[in-house]
């Protein structure tokens, strides 16, 4: 069955950095275009970033854009966001998933704050 684990998140001052990780099992993984998602309080979950199967141009929300990064390796089944120059509205429940599959993981809490 598909599973999905996030992991990576934390607290962090105002413009640090953090890296999260999503481990992917359960299918094809570089068969599958992967997203980012967040959910802050009281939010609706938004799309943040979008890779494709084989990796190469990413898509990003523009409240994200020119700082997080979206990455994969397909022969970890793992896909990264990388968070730089983070801000507290950045604060939320960070997942990763397969457009296509009704399947979300238990998501990690990133944490923006001084």
């Known amino acids: 069955q598909v599973q999905l684990v996030e992991s990576g998140g934390g607290l962090v001052q105002p413009g640090g950095s953090l890296r999260l990780s999503c481990v992917a099992s359960g299918f094809t993984f570089s068969s599958y275009r992967m997203n980012w998602y967040r959910q802050a309080p009281g939010k609706e979950r938004e799309v943040v970033a979008s890779i494709p199967r084989a990796g190469g141009s990413a898509n990003y929300a523009d409240s994200v854009k020119g700082r997080f990064t979206i990455s994969r390796d397909n022969v970890k089944n793992t896909v990264y966001l990388q968070m730089n120059s983070l801000k507290p509205e950045d604060t939320a429940v960070y997942y990763c998933?397969?457009?296509?599959?009704?399947?979300w993981g238990q998501g990690t809490q990133v944490t923006v704050s001084s």
């Open positions: 998933k397969v457009p296509q599959f009704d399947y």
